[in-house]
Every structure is written in structure tokens, then in C-alpha cells.
């Protein structure tokens, strides 16, 4: 092994890399190393022959397996490009592309977001609210995780509820199928059906794949660990990197009895445990072990860390929300400040080393407001950009289309926004058709024999689209500059009636006049690059030549590249517990640790069995271990004396969760006040050093350190 690799590992790492043979669960708590034992392991298996293209890493997010590419990248150099590092969803992608045609789905599959298959599910329900759409669609996707169709989870359904929902399952299924269209759980399900059902393909994957390696082992579902399975066949190579302490996912159908499984299923299985914690200082490692300590055991662990004590966990309790926002920004002002101070020694704290954790992605609101009041870079993480907004992929669909007419995603999209009176029995006809012939379905849609198989009415309306489609096409080539495309752009929507389908389809009106908002910003937005304005590589604005509006729709495509341009911005992150899993930041807060929130409690808990309230105070209380086992250097834990429930403000009670800390007395508390006071003194104190020294040696250096403004 060479020196690179070996080098940063310790002997267990080491154990869990070099064993290859068969397979192997690298067991182990926060911060321990699991998932450098993955990348370095991908190196390993390089080293030892397998090709790239042999080895699979399958981790829990797209922002997980970017970051694990440039890891690879950095370790391994050059060969790692050829490695296939992804997340189970879009292997299932891979998979289906390339063999999905054995189950009759077409290549260009399209895959539908969460807001498509709620609004086809709101139409099969005959045009239900979105509330109780969503609520048949969680129901929905819970059966299809536990690997059920619509006929079998009508068989399990109890109740009428549930009975109903089966049905509405049913022509939902019906409606994927005609769509030729797939959602986010199918992309895990079909491909175990095609692994389960087509000895060939099964054979094929399990030839060309030489190691699978897996992240976050305890967040997977059942459907994903049969994946796993079908992937590595009876010898079983692959590595399973996991902390039964961290699994969060349980409201998602993932299941530790997929951790319980692994040593009846692979009697052979290597366990290898971690015990040295290499994030957290030990102040903050014992926090996460008291926390976690009440749980029950599935494999006990220990862990330890030898970065020092380090600075006390702190307990912060705060009036109100906006009033707990106005402590973080005080205290990361604060750390910075004395972060500037111990700058040379290399302890200088930039903004991409904080962060904020909550419950709940609604709790980033009043940090927002603060942070842009005081200057602080920041970004939410896992946040809606613009572009991912229902109405503007609305939009980007139709003109995604204008410049590709065999992108049938955007076809399907455009054709049922807004509604034109062509349902789903007309383009499973023309879906079915298209597949036959292997056209796209626009131009399955000008096919003189398409008259075959759907009705003459039915015809005449696809045929009126694909007419206006062609004629916006026409004037899209013809408009030019800024102003004409404003005008193309507003007549389009008003001719497709874009506002009343928008007002129509939100139960507020609030919400859509919000919508409509967004709708005119991407106009204008659209306009200005008509108009010769781009943006550079940096975001900046540049002049160019005036374009034409197909030319600048072509270029749309590039645009869902721009909200994964995040990268390594240096800016303060906030998130909720859930997305930070797997990451680290020196510095963390929790924000609204209370009872209610962390613990969270669900409106109808009185209702429930206080088996199902006992199993989610668990992984609630594994959350908070997630969160506290995210900070390297300080942790700040808050909580509320007053919060907001709804419209009402009420009393606010610290998380149990904060006791099950054991926190020594007296390092509970902090007052940012005293410490910006002495901070402010040391400050001055410097400056007047400075200028004393400055005198001295008459240098005319500039001064570096700039106080920052707090308060
Ligand atoms: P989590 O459970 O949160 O996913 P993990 O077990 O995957 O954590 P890593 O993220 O792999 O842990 O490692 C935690 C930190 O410790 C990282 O900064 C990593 O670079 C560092 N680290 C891991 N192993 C070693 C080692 N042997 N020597 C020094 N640093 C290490
Ligand atoms: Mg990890």
C-alpha cells in the first residue's frame, strides 16, 4: 500500500481498507473516520487491480458524493475519475437508462419531482387539494419503499382512508406507465425489479461491478439493501460504512434491520469498530455520548477523541426567536473577532467555518433577516433555488422545448400546463405509440398513423399544441433584443393563460401572486439576456452581442447547472439536522433546542401509541447526536423562553435533551455581553500596541486587523 494512502489511517481504518475479499461493515460512531475509510479504500481497490469503472461508492446525497469525488480526486489523482461515485437514486438512473427498455420504458424516461407527481396525484384524486394530495402521495411513496404496487398495498390497506388511497395509487401507476415517466422512489424500485426479474442484466452488473462501497449504511431502506444485494451476488464484495447512533431517516422508510441483517445474510461478514474520534474536542464528544446514552444499544460502541478538552458546550437561552438570531450573529462576530487576534496562530476563523442547525427548515427565517442586517455571507443549505420553483420550471419547460422538441420531460410538462383539454388517456396513447415507433412524442404527435390509435378529437387537440409550438418556435428565431422579447414573452403567457392556471392551482392567493412575481423576474431576467447581457463564469454581469430569443432559450439548459454552482463559498452555512449528516464545521450552533421542536412533537401525538411516541423520542435523540457531533472546536446549544406555535407566541421549555447533556454547572452558561466587553478592551489594547510599535519602528504598514461591527 502505498505511503499516501496508509498514511492518515489508523490500524482499524487500515483493517477495514485492506480487507477485500468479502464483505465488510465498518461499525462506528460520529466523526470516527467511516467515511475517509471509504475514499481511501477506493484507492486500495485501484492499487490492487480492480479498474475504476469496477468500483461503485454509493452515498446518501449529490452534495455527499461531489464532495467524495474531489476527496478521491485529491487521494487517488487521475484514476479516480473512472470510479462511479453517486447516490442509490442516480445509480437506479444509470441502471433504468441503460436497461430500462426490458421493462418497456423508453430511454428518454422522464423523471418527475416531487411538486409533478403531487399535482398527477391531485388529478387522479379528481382535483383534490394539494393538502390531501400530499398526504396520499407520503402514504404512497411508504408503500412503494416497502416494495408494494398499488394491487398488493390494497390488499394491506386498513381502513377506508387507506383503501382510498390504494385506488388513487392505482391511477397513478397508470399514469407513470403513459407518461413513460418515473418518480423518485421507482428509481430504486425499478431497477430491483429489473435485477429480481432479468437474469441478464443481473448478470451484467454483477460482472462489471468489482467492490460497491456504502456511505451511511443506516439511512438505507429495505429496497435499497435489496439493491445492494442483487449489485454484489453471492460474494458479496462490498463495504457498509455506518452508526446505528445516526439513523434519521426513519420517517423515510429507512430500517436499522438492515444493520441486523448483515451477519444472518453474510455469515462471512467482516465487523470492523472505530473507536478514535478525530472531529470533536472532548468536551463536546461527551455531550454526544451522554446524549445518546439512554438509547438502546444495537452494537454499544466507544469513543474518544484526543483533541483536548476544549472550550465548554454552552447553553444559551434566548427571549424570542429574532432575539436568539441576534445572539449567533453576536457570537460569531465574537469568534471571528478573537479568531483575528489569534491569527498567526492559524486559528483565524473564516465565515465558511460556522454553522447554524435546526429541526426545521422554516427556523432559518429569523437567522436570514439577522445575518443580512449584520453582513454575514450566507447560504441555506438545501434551500429552493430559483430555478428549482414550481412556476419557473414551468416556464423552462415550454422553452426547453421550443429548443429541443424531443425533450419529451418538457413535453409532458408543457402539455398538461396548463391544462388544454388533453388528458391522461391521450398521451398514454401517444406515449405508448412513441415508444412503439421510437420517436419522441412531439414527433409521434405529426405521424399520420398516430390517427390509428386515438380518437379524431383527441388527435385535433395535440395537433393544435404541436401547430403552437411550432409557430412560438418561429417567432422565438424572430425576436431580437430586449424589448421584442419582453413582448414575445408576455404575449406567450398570456396566450397559454399562465396567470389563471397559477391562481387556480393554489389554494392562496398570497402564494400565487408570490408565483406571478417570480414568473415576471425571470421575464425580465430572460429580456435583459436578449438584450446582450450575460452572466460570466464569476456572476458577473458582461456585455454581448443582442440575441435572439431561441438563442438564449437554448442556453437554458445550462441554467439547472447554476444552483449546483454552490461549491466551496465561504460563507456561513444554516441547515436543518437532517442535511448537515456526514459533515463538519469547527464552529456550530444548535438553534431551538426546546421541547416541542427537539424533541419534536407531532400535533396528534396524545392520539398515538406510546410505542411509535417511544421509537421517534429515539431517533429524535439521535438527531440531536447528529447535530452536537457535527462541531470540530465550539458548540453552542439555544434555546427559547418564548416561541412562536403558529400565530400564538407560547412558554418555551428547554429540550430534555439539554439535561441528557450532563453540561458541568458552571460552564452552562454565557454572556456574550462580558465577552465582547473584554474582547473590545483586548482590541483596543492591541491597537494602541500597535500604534506604539508602529511609532517605534516608523513603518508604514497599513493596519490589518479590521474591528468588525457587532451590535
Ligand atoms: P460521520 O459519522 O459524521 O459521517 P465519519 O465517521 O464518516 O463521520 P469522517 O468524516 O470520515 O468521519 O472523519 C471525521 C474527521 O476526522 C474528518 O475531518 C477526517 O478527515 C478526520 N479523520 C478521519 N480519520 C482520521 C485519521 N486516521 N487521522 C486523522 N484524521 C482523521
Ligand atoms: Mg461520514
Redesign the pocket.
Known amino acids: 500500500m502505498s505511503d499516501s494512502l496508509a498514511a492518515?489511517?489508523?490500524l482499524a481504518?487500515l483493517e477495514a481498507v485492506n480487507y477485500f475479499e468479502g464483505p465488510c461493515l465498518v461499525l462506528?460512531?460520529?466523526?470516527?473516520?467511516?467515511?475517509?475509510?471509504i475514499t481511501h479504500k477506493i484507492g486500495r481497490l485501484i492499487q490492487s487491480g480492480l479498474k475504476a469503472e469496477q468500483i461503485a461508492a454509493i452515498t446518501f446525497t449529490n452534495k455527499a458524493a461531489a464532495e467524495m469525488r474531489e476527496r478521491a480526486k485529491k487521494l487517488i489523482g487521475r484514476p479516480a475519475k473512472g470510479v462511479l461515485i453517486c447516490t442509490f437514486h442516480s445509480l437506479g438512473m444509470r441502471m433504468l437508462r441503460q436497461d430500462g427498455e426490458v421493462l418497456g420504458l423508453k430511454k428518454q424516461f422522464s423523471i418527475l419531482d416531487t411538486d409533478d407527481v403531487t399535482s398527477i396525484i391531485k388529478d387522479a384524486g379528481g382535483g383534490t387539494d394539494a393538502a390531501t394530495a400530499r398526504q396520499w402521495q407520503w402514504t404512497i411513496s411508504r408503500w412503494k419503499n416497502m416494495g408494494l404496487n398499488s394491487a398488493q398495498a390494497a390488499e394491506i390497506a386498513s381502513g377506508e382512508e387507506e383503501a382510498l388511497t390504494a385506488r388513487i395509487m392505482a391511477r397513478y401507476e397508470e399514469r407513470l406507465t403513459a407518461y413513460q415517466s418515473v418518480d423518485f422512489d421507482d428509481l430504486i424500485g425499478l431497477p430491483l425489479k429489473l435485477l429480481q426479474e432479468h437474469d441478464a442484466v443481473r448478470t451484467k452488473w454483477q460482472e462489471s461491478l468489482g467492490h460497491v462501497l456504502v456511505?451511511?449504511y443506516q439511512d438505507t431502506n429495505a429496497t435499497q439493501y435489496e439493491v445492494l444485494k442483487c449489485l454484489v451476488g453471492e460474494r458479496g464484495r462490498f463495504t457498509a460504512?455506518g452508526?446505528d447512533d445516526?439513523s434519521i431517516y426513519g420517517w423515510r422508510g429507512a430500517t436499522l434491520d438492515n444493520l441486523k441483517k448483515l451477519p444472518v445474510d453474510y455469515p462471512n461478514l467482516k465487523v470492523v469498530k472505530?473507536e478514535?474520534n478525530?472531529?470533536s474536542t472532548s468536551a463536546i464528544l461527551r455531550a454526544a455520548n451522554n446524549v445518546i446514552g439512554p438509547n438502546p444499544k444495537l452494537f454499544p460502541k466507544t469513543l474518544f477523541s484526543e483533541l483536548g478538552e476544549g472550550e465548554p458546550v454552552r447553553v444559551v437561552d434566548c427571549d424570542s426567536e429574532e432575539h436568539e438570531a441576534s445572539r449567533v450573529v453576536a457570537r460569531i462576530q465574537s469568534l471571528r473577532a478573537e479568531g483575528s487576534l489569534q491569527a498567526a496562530g492559524g486559528q483565524y476563523r473564516e465565515w465558511k467555518d460556522f454553522c447554524v442547525l435546526y429541526r426545521a427548515n422554516h427556523m432559518a427565517k429569523p437567522f436570514e433577516k439577522a445575518f443580512r442586517k449584520a453582513n454575514i455571507p450566507y447560504k441555506v443549505s438545501g434551500g429552493q433555488s430559483f430555478f428549482d420553483r414550481a412556476e419557473i420550471k414551468d416556464l423552462c419547460c415550454w422553452l426547453r422545448l421550443l429548443a429541443n422538441n424531443d425533450d419529451d420531460p418538457a413535453f409532458m410538462r408543457a402539455v398538461t400546463t396548463p391544462k388544454r383539454g388533453i388528458g391522461h388517456t391521450t398521451l398514454g396513447g401517444l406515449g405508448t405509440f412513441a415508444s412503439q415507433y421510437k420517436l419522441s412524442l412531439f414527433e409521434a404527435l405529426f405521424s399520420h398513423s398516430l390517427s390509428s390509435v386515438l380518437p379524431a378529437k383527441a388527435l385535433a387537440s395535440l395537433n393544435e399544441f404541436g401547430r403552437y409550438l411550432n409557430d412560438l418556435e418561429y417567432r422565438a428565431k424572430r425576436t431580437v433584443g430586449a424589448e421584442d422579447a419582453l413582448v414575445f414573452l408576455k404575449d406567450w403567457l398570456k396566450e397559454i393563460d399562465y396567470e389563471k392556471n397559477l391562481y387556480d392551482g393554489e389554494d392562496s392567493e398570497k402564494i400565487a401572486a408570490a408565483k406571478w412575481t417570480n414568473v415576471m423576474d425571470f421575464c425580465e431576467w430572460m429580456a435583459q439576456r436578449c438584450g446582450g447581457q450575460d452572466d460570466d463564469e464569476a456572476g458577473g454581469v458582461i456585455t454581448a452581442p443582442l440575441k435572439t430569443m431561441l438563442e438564449v432559450v437554448q442556453s437554458i439548459a445550462l441554467l439547472s447547472t447554476l444552483s449546483e454552482r454552490e461549491g466551496e463559498q465561504n460563507v456561513v452555512t444554516l441547515s436543518t439536522l437532517h442535511a448537515a449528516?456526514?459533515l463538519?464545521w469547527p464552529h456550530v450552533v444548535l438553534a431551538g433546542v426546546n421541547e416541542g421542536l427537539l424533541p419534536f412533537k407531532m400535533e396528534d401525538d396524545d392520539g398515538h401509541n406510546t410505542d411509535d411516541i417511544a421509537l421517534r423520542l429515539q431517533e429524535e435523540r439521535r438527531l440531536m447526536y447528529v447535530g452536537i457531533?457535527?462541531a470540530q472546536r465550539t458548540l453552542a446549544v439555544n434555546w427559547l423562553r418564548r416561541r412562536k406555535k403558529g400565530r400564538d407566541t407560547i412558554a418555551g421549555l428547554p429540550s430534555r435533551f439539554i439535561a441528557e447533556m450532563a453540561l458541568s454547572k458552571e460552564t452552562v452558561k454565557e454572556d456574550p455581553r462580558e465577552k465582547i466587553k473584554a474582547l473590545r478592551a483586548e482590541f483596543a489594547q492591541r491597537a494602541l500596541d500597535a500604534a506604539a510599535l508602529q511609532a517605534a519602528s516608523q513603518a508604514a504598514t497599513p493596519a490589518t486587523a479590521k474591528v468588525p461591527a457587532w451590535e
Request: no cysteine; hydrophobic share 20%.
Open positions: 492518515g489511517l489508523n481504518q462506528a460512531g460520529a466523526g470516527s473516520g467511516k467515511t475517509r475509510v456511505d451511511e460504512v452508526d445516526q472505530l478514535q478525530y472531529r449528516k456526514g463538519e457531533t457535527r
